[in-house]
């Protein structure tokens, strides 16, 4: 069955530091891939998109990358925030997403 | 601004019970989806609509049903409830044709006592 991996252990950073989360799957060949942001008590907010044609996709601080050789997408946080703390979500598919258990990312001041 | 909203933040319900879950989209979406997120599962696909009075089971079906009247709402029904469907329910939205993000709902934070 598909399955998606991403780190269940909290990542803790200072801040100004790159925070790196990682997505990994197994039996599935995505086309797309996504990466949500989700506050505790809060719905989850999308942040990128990538295509499996596209390597690298920047949005002001954010940078994803995605090998399908590899089956493994990097989400980057550069010059992380305090602010940036919260927990990170990959998601696959097309209509129907995916989603990975994500990852709680911490930021010291 | 884009919304999803849903009908409640807290709800308590008794085991057995009959429950309706509402959500309400203001950006003219097609496809509307109900997840339950609970620890170390992650988000798992409940139902999920492509169109008014359509509707295609996601992976945990089972205890639930939906409808969709209005393309606006779409409702979740636990029709018997079970302390086991005690969790945390969000809605999402997109649209259909293409690929798009999903925007959720606040969440719905059941318990079944």
Same mark, same amino acid.
């Given at each position: 069955?598909?399955?998606?991996?991403?780190?269940?252990?909290?990542?803790?950073?200072?801040?100004?530091? =790159?925070?790196?989360?990682?997505?990994?799957?197994?039996?599935?060949?995505?086309?797309?891939?996504?990466?949500?942001?989700?506050?505790?008590?809060?719905?989850?907010?999308?942040?990128?998109?990538?295509?499996?044609?596209?390597?690298?996709?920047?949005?002001?601080?954010?940078?994803?990358?995605?090998? =399908?050789?590899?089956?493994?997408? %990097?989400?980057?946080?550069?010059?992380?925030?305090?602010?940036?703390?919260? =927990?990170?979500?990959?998601?696959?598919?097309?209509?129907?997403?995916?989603?990975?258990?994500? =990852?709680? %990312?911490?930021?010291?001041? | &601004? *884009?919304?999803?909203?849903?009908? /409640?933040?807290? !709800?308590?319900?008794?085991?057995?019970?009959? *429950?309706? !879950?509402?959500?309400?989209?203001?950006?003219?979406?097609?496809?509307?989806?109900?997840?339950?997120? &609970?620890?170390?599962?992650?988000?798992? !696909?409940?139902?999920?609509?492509? &169109?008014?009075?359509?509707?295609?089971?996601? &992976?945990?079906?089972?205890?639930?049903?939906?409808?969709?009247?209005?393309?606006?709402?779409? /409702?979740?029904? !636990?029709? /018997?409830? /079970?302390?086991?469907?005690?969790?945390?329910?969000?809605?999402?939205?997109?649209?259909?044709?293409?690929?798009?993000?999903?925007?959720?709902?606040?969440?719905?934070?059941?318990? *079944?006592?």
């Amino acid at each position: 069955s598909q399955k998606i991996e991403q780190n269940s252990e909290a990542l803790n950073i200072q801040e100004g530091k =790159t925070a790196t989360l990682t997505c990994n799957y197994t039996n599935y060949s995505p086309a797309y891939l996504q990466w949500y942001r989700q506050d505790p008590g809060r719905g989850p907010v999308f942040l990128l998109l990538i295509r499996e044609n596209e390597k690298e996709k920047r949005k002001e601080r954010l940078k994803v990358t995605f090998d =399908t050789t590899l089956k493994q997408s %990097l989400f980057h946080i550069t010059a992380s925030q305090p602010a940036d703390s919260a =927990t990170y979500l990959c998601a696959l598919g097309f209509q129907k997403l995916v989603f990975g258990t994500g =990852t709680r %990312l911490l930021v010291s001041p | &601004d *884009v919304k999803v909203t849903q009908s /409640s933040r807290y !709800l308590v319900k008794r085991t057995g019970e009959k *429950v309706f !879950l509402e959500c309400v989209q203001d950006m003219d979406h097609e496809n509307m989806f109900w997840y339950r997120q &609970d620890p170390g599962l992650g988000l798992r !696909l409940i139902y999920f609509s492509y &169109d008014v009075k359509m509707k295609e089971k996601g &992976d945990i079906p089972e205890g639930y049903s939906v409808s969709r009247e209005k393309k606006e709402r779409f /409702s979740l029904i !636990l029709e /018997s409830a /079970s302390t086991n469907q005690t969790s945390m329910y969000l809605c999402a939205s997109s649209k259909l044709q293409g690929i798009y993000e999903q925007y959720f709902g606040p969440g719905t934070r059941l318990t *079944v006592t």
